[in-house]
C-alpha cells in the first residue's frame, strides 16, 4: 500500500506553496470526515506486528515535524482527536463522565449472546441488559479482584479526557443468577469453531475470574461501539482504502504524542492490536472514526496479571541488553530490577520514583513513538499538566477501588508521573507559552517556571521582525533584542500594519545557555482586518 | 522486478523511496501533472487536494506474505488444533528416557467425562532405537471440589539399551553396557489436597512385573556378558513386586512450570514386596526439598534442590540392579551420562543461579553434586561427586518449554535438549 500513496502524497506536499502560512491558517479542524467508500475490514496478525515492530524498522523514521499540526503546533480536531482538557479546561463532574452516555448496564438480568473469545481476559461478548444496551464483560484476574477493571475505567476516563476516542466502560457487580443465555448464545471455542453456548460455557468463564467475598462477580462492561468494525489502525504508513486517511500515522502528532501520555499511564500494551477503526455514519456520510480500545493493561494492571516490572522499562525483545546479561552473566542489569512495589492486589504494581518518562518503553515499538520529537512530546506534556491533583484523584475515583490506601497510592503515582512528565519535556524546548493578546499587550507564561520545574529566569529577551511570508525572510523591526516580560508591549506598527501583513516575533530566556544561542520561540502574527491574530508558534530544539 | 533506491528531495528534505523504473514514469507523469495545477492558497483545499487523489487510487488492505502467514496460522488455531489432537487423538514427541533417540507416538485423550469428572488417557510411543513405552490411565482428578483425587495407571515399557555401568559409586565408565528392561506397572493413587491445594498427602498401590534382558546397542557389550549375579543382584532371575506406600508434600511454589518463588517438599514412603521369590523385598524412603529465593523482582533466582532416596532391605534380602536409584543425567547431575551410577541409596545437591536474559529466556548457571552409595552410614557429604554448567530455559508465562543444559564433570560435556524445566 504505503509506496504508491507516501509517494503521491510527497509528491504532492511538495508542490505546495512555499509560503509558510496559507489564508485559513491556523486550523482548528481537519475535515477528515468526509464521506468516503465502505472500506474492508481488516485484521491484523498481531504475531506479524510484533515481529514486524521489533525486528523491522516499518514506516517513515525520518525526523520531521508533525504532518498534521497546524501552524500553531496543535493537532486540529479530527476523527483521531477532539481537544478537550488540554485547550479548555473540564469540569471535574466531566472528567469523571469521560466518554460514558448513561449509567451502564441497567439493573437486573444480563442476557448473554456470546462469549469473548479474543484477547487473554475472560469475558463475555456481546451481552445485552434489560433496555437492549450492548455490552462487552471482563472480569478481574483471581487474585486481583478491582485490578484490571478498575484500570480500564480509569484508562477511558484519562484517554478520554486527553483527547482521543475510547469506548464507554463501567464498573459492574454482577450475581451468576443475573446472567441469562440467550437461546441462540453461541461461544467459538478454542479451535475457532462456533457452537451453541451453554450454562457450563458460562460457569467455566466465572471460574477463572475473581469474586467479592458475597460471592459477586466484578466486571467492567464497555458499551459496543456504534458503527462497523473496520480493523485496528497501525502505527505508520496510511489506510489505503480510506481517503481522508492522508498524514502518515507515524507523522500524526497525536500518535507520537500518545507515547508520552501512555508512559504517563503505564500503557505498556498501546499496540495496533488494541485500536479500532469504526466506520460509522452520521448525517449522509460514512466515514472511519479511530479509537483506542481496552485499558485493562495499564497502571499496575497487566490484565491477568499484575504489570511485569519490566512492563515500561523494557521491550519484550531487546537485543543490546539481552547480550549484555548473557555477557556479563546476569550481574549486570538494568536499574528498574530493583524497583520496589508496595504490596496492593487491587491496583497491581505501579511506581513512580524510578520513572523516567523519556525512557519508558511499551511492549514492542512502534514507528509513531520512535518519531516523537520533544516538540510532540511537549504538546503532550502541556496536556498532561493541565490534570491537576484534584482532577486526577477524581478520575482515579471512578475505579471504584475498595482500600483508600491502594486508591491514594495509585492517584499518588499519577501525580508523581505526570511531574516528572512535565520535569523532562516541558524543559527541552523554550515552554514560553500561553499567548493572548490583549489590546496593545502580548500576555504569555512560561509553562516550565509556572508549574516549578525551573527557576524564573534573569529575565526573557524579544525580537520583533517584518515577515515576509511568501520569502519566508525577517526583517528586524525596532532594533535588536529588547528586554520582555508578560505583559510585552505589541509596537505600533503592528497593530496599524496593512491588512495581510506579517510579523514575527522571537522570545528567548536569558542568563541560560551562556554558550549557546537560547532556544527560542517565534511567534507569527497576522494583521486581520482591524484585529491582529497569533497565527503561527515554532519552537527551537 | 528490478528495484532500485532513489533519493528525492521535495520541500528541502531528502526522502529515500524505493522504487522500479515503471515507478520514475509513474513519478514523470505526476510530477508533470501535478505542475501544470496551482498550488491551493488554502491549508484545507491542499489537504482536500490529497484527499481527492488518494480517492482515485483506493485501494483495499492487503497482507504481506508473511503477515498472512502469520495471520492465517493464528486464525486457523494452529497451536490449538495441534494441542487439542483430532478426534481426541493426539501426537506425542519425545517423552522417552534421553538417549532413546527421536521419539513418536500417539495419545488418545479424553477429559471432564461423566458430569466433568472423569479422565481418561491411553497412548504408546516408540523411539528411534526402538524403546516403547505404552500407557493407560483413568482418573477422577476433580473429586470433592477437587480437593480428593483417585486414579489408575497401567504402564508398558520396553527399554532395549539401558545404560548400566556397574554399582556402586565407584563405578568405571568404561565399564558401559546395556540391558533390556521391560516391565509393566499396575498403579492405583488416591489423594487429597488441601489448605488451597498446597498440602498433599496420600495413598498408592500396585503390583509390577519386570523382566531385564541383553542389550540391543552394538556399540557396547550386554550387561550379563560383562557382570554376573554375584555383582549385580537379579541379573538373571527378576522378581514379581507388589507395591504399596505413602506420601505427602507441601508446594507453594509461585508457578510449578517455572518457579522464582516459593518452595516444594515432597516425602514418600514405599514398600515393595517380593511376589515369587522372597529375595527382593525392600522398603524405600524419599525426600526432595526444592527452594526458591527471589532476588530483583524476581528477575534472579537462586534455585537449591536436596534429593535424596534410601532402601532398606531386610537381612537375606538384596535390590534388583535395575530397581536401584540412579544418578546422572538430564533430571540431577548433568555432567554425566544418564544412569551413570547405581546403588541402594542416592543423594543429589542441585543449585542453580537463574536470570532473565528477556522476557522469552531466562540463562542459568548449576552446579550439582551427589553420589551413590550402599551403606548408610555414607549418608554425608564425603566423596560426592560433582558437575557445573550453564543452561538455557525458554519460556512462556508460566512455564519453560524447552531447556538445554551444558553440564561438564570430570568425565566431559554433556548436552541436554529437553522439554519442561529440571526443578
Known sequence: ?541 | MHRRRIWVSLDGLPLRVRTSFPGFLWIGLLTATAAAQTPPDSRLKQWQSLREKKAEQLAPPVRTGLENFLYNFREQRVLEKFAAGWHHFHAKVGGLRTGSGFALGSEYRRERLVNGLLDIRAGAAVSKRHYEKAEFAIGLPRLANEHVFLEFTATYRNFPQEDYFGLGPRSRRQDRTNFRLEDTTYLGTLGARWWRKRMLAGLRGGIIAANAGPGTDPRFASTEKVFNAANTPALELQPDYYQFGAFTGFDYRDEPGNPRSGGNYVFSWDTYGDRNQSRYSFRRYSAELQQYLPLFNRRRVFAFRAKTSLTDTSPGQSLPFYMQETLGGSEDMRGFREYRFRDKNLMVYNLEYRWEVFSGMDMALFGDAGKVFTRRSDFDLGRLEGCYGVGFRFNQAKAVFLRIDIGRSREGMRYFFKFGHVF
Open chain 1, 1 to 541: 500500500m504505503c509506496s504508491k500513496t507516501a509517494l503521491l502524497l510527497l509528491l504532492l506536499a511538495g508542490l505546495a506553496p512555499a509560503q509558510k502560512f496559507l489564508r485559513d491558517d491556523p486550523v482548528e479542524r481537519d475535515p477528515d470526515d468526509r464521506n468516503i467508500p465502505a472500506p474492508k475490514r481488516y485484521k491484523l496478525s498481531d504475531y506479524y506486528d510484533f515481529i514486524q515492530n521489533s525486528f523491522g524498522s516499518p514506516g517513515d523514521r525520518r525526523p520531521r515535524t508533525a504532518m498534521n499540526v497546524n501552524t500553531l503546533g496543535e493537532v486540529p480536531e479530527s476523527t483521531w482527536f477532539s481537544n478537550r482538557h488540554g485547550r479548555r479546561r473540564m469540569p471535574v463532574e466531566e472528567l469523571v463522565r469521560g466518554p460514558d452516555q448513561d449509567t451502564g448496564p441497567a439493573e437486573g438480568t444480563l442476557t448473554i449472546l456470546g462469549a469473548k473469545n479474543e484477547g487473554i481476559t475472560p469475558g463475555f461478548r456481546p451481552v445485552r441488559d434489560s433496555r437492549g444496551g450492548l455490552y462487552a464483560i471482563k472480569f478481574d484476574p483471581p487474585g486481583n479482584l478491582e485490578m484490571a477493571t478498575s484500570a480500564d475505567v480509569i484508562g477511558s476516563k484519562f484517554f478520554y479526557a486527553i483527547g482521543y476516542n475510547v469506548p464507554e466502560y463501567y464498573v459492574v457487580y454482577i450475581r451468576a443468577d443475573h446472567l441469562e443465555l440467550a437461546e441462540d448464545a453461541v461461544i467459538t471455542d478454542t479451535l475457532g469453531r462456533r457452537r451453541n453456548m451453554d450454562r457450563r460455557d458460562v460457569q467455566q468463564i466465572l471460574n477463572k475470574v475473581a469474586r467479592t467475598s458475597d460471592g459477586r462477580y466484578r466486571a467492567v462492561a464497555s458499551r459496543i461501539l456504534p458503527g462497523e468494525d473496520v480493523g485496528p489502525f497501525r502505527y505508520y504508513g496510511t489506510r489505503p482504502d480510506d481517503p481522508n486517511d492522508i498524514f502518515p500515522h507515524e507523522h500524526r502528532r497525536e500518535l507520537r504524542g500518545l507515547w508520552v501520555f501512555a508512559a504517563w499511564l503505564n500503557h505498556d500494551d498501546s499496540r495496533a492490536i488494541n485500536t479500532i477503526d469504526f466506520l460509522v455514519k452520521e448525517n449522509d456520510r460514512q466515514f472511519i472514526r479511530h479509537h483506542l480500545i481496552d485499558f485493562g493493561s495499564i497502571l499496575g494492571s497487566g490484565s491477568v496479571s499484575e504489570q511485569k516490572p519490566r512492563a515500561g522499562n523494557e521491550f519484550l525483545w531487546e537485543p543490546s541488553p539481552a547480550l549484555v546479561r548473557i555477557a556479563t552473566l546476569g550481574l549486570w542489569d538494568r536499574g528498574w530490577i530493583l524497583t520496589r512495589y508496595p504490596r496492593y492486589s487491587s491496583i497491581g504494581k505501579i511506581e513512580a520514583d524510578r520513572f523516567r518518562p523519556e525512557k519508558w518503553k511499551p511492549e514492542y515499538p512502534n514507528a509513531a513513538f520512535q518519531n516523537c520529537l520533544p516538540e510532540d512530546a511537549y504538546w503532550a506534556a502541556k496536556i498532561v499538566m493541565a490534570f491537576t491533583d484534584e482532577e486526577i484523584r477524581a478520575i482515579v475515583r471512578t475505579g471504584k477501588i475498595s482500600d483508600p490506601w491502594a486508591e491514594e497510592y495509585l492517584a499518588g503515582c499519577i501525580i508523581k508521573r505526570r511531574d516528572h512528565i512535565g520535569q523532562h519535556w516541558l524543559t527541552q524546548v523554550n515552554s514560553v507559552d500561553n499567548f493572548q493578546i490583549d489590546g496593545s499587550q502580548l500576555r504569555f507564561e512560561d509553562l516550565a517556571v509556572k508549574h516549578g520545574f525551573r527557576e524564573k529566569p534573569a529575565g526573557y529577551t524579544a525580537t520583533w521582525y517584518r515577515y515576509d511570508n511568501p520569502a519566508d525572510r525577517k526583517v528586524v523591526l525596532g532594533g535588536p533584542e529588547q528586554d520582555a516580560r508578560s505583559p510585552l508591549g505589541i509596537p505600533a506598527e503592528l497593530r496599524g500594519g496593512p491588512e495581510g501583513a506579517y510579523y514575527s516575533l522571537a522570545i528567548r530566556r536569558r542568563g541560560e545557555n551562556r554558550d549557546k544561542i537560547p532556544k527560542a520561540v517565534h511567534l507569527y502574527f497576522r494583521r486581520g482586518s482591524g484585529r491582529l491574530d497569533i497565527v503561527g508558534i515554532e519552537r527551537e530544539e
